[in-house]
Every structure is written in structure tokens, then in C-alpha cells.
């Protein structure tokens, strides 16, 4: 049984920092893109950031370009987003996910990927 388990969240200051870690389980995505996606309440899911298997390649969401960074530590099936400069526009329940095939480039879809996690709570405070 695949799973993703999100962790890092939490209620920070405007200007704080936060690192979220998904950690994977039940099979290898060291061959697979992942991404982060977030949705703030009455809002739908968004795309934030998304790195593919070798993490040679990122995109990020305009509105995080700059602040966040990907990264993924493929020995340990975990990816991380990396949360600087925070605002209160980010709050929001934040999401791992996982493709199910193997792919070259990122995406920046929800329908591309395959795996979700429960989410984690991010809460900006200004």
C-alpha cells in the first residue's frame, strides 16, 4: 500500500520559515516526479512546486518563486519544500504527491500525479 505522509506544517509568523517533508512508503518514486500543492479554504487545489526524478528539473508557482524551494533526497523516498518569507497568502492545507510513471520533466497537473498525502496545515499569521 503506497502512502505519502506530510509533515512540517504549523502556525508561523509573516516573514517565518517552514520545511515540509513528504516521506514515501510502499513502493520507490526515486524514477518518478513529485510535486507540492496547496488549497486554501473555498479555494481549489493549486500547484506550488513540482522536481522530477534526478532533481536536475523544478518548476515552481510564480506566486513562491523565490521563496520556496523543492529538493528530494531520493534514498530516503522523501521530497521537502522549503518555506521562506512567508505571507498570509500561503496559508493553506499543503499536499505531496507522487506521479505513477516515470517521466522526464515536472508537471505542474494534478491529474499527472498519482499519489496524494493527507496534507499538512500551513497557517501565516500577519
Known amino acids: 500500500q503506497v502512502q505519502l505522509v506530510e509533515s512540517g506544517g504549523g502556525l508561523v509568523q509573516a516573514g517565518g520559515s517552514l520545511r515540509l517533508s513528504c516521506a514515501a512508503s510502499g513502493r520507490t518514486f526515486s524514477s518518478n516526479g513529485m510535486g507540492w500543492f496547496r488549497q486554501a479554504p473555498g479555494k481549489e487545489r493549486e500547484f506550488v512546486a513540482a522536481?522530477?526524478?534526478?532533481?536536475?528539473?523544478?518548476y515552481y508557482a510564480y506566486s513562491v518563486k523565490g521563496r520556496f524551494t523543492i529538493s528530494r533526497d531520493n534514498a530516503k523516498n522523501t521530497v521537502y519544500l522549503q518555506m521562506n518569507s512567508l505571507k498570509s497568502e500561503d496559508t493553506a492545507v499543503y499536499y505531496c504527491?507522487?506521479?505513477?510513471?516515470?517521466?522526464?520533466?515536472?508537471?505542474?497537473?494534478?491529474?499527472?500525479?498519482?499519489?496524494w498525502g493527507q496534507g499538512t496545515q500551513v497557517t501565516v499569521s500577519s
Open positions: 522536481i522530477n526524478w534526478t532533481g536536475g528539473s523544478i
Open positions: 504527491a507522487a506521479r505513477g510513471r516515470p517521466a522526464t520533466t515536472p508537471s505542474r497537473f494534478l491529474y499527472d500525479y498519482d499519489y
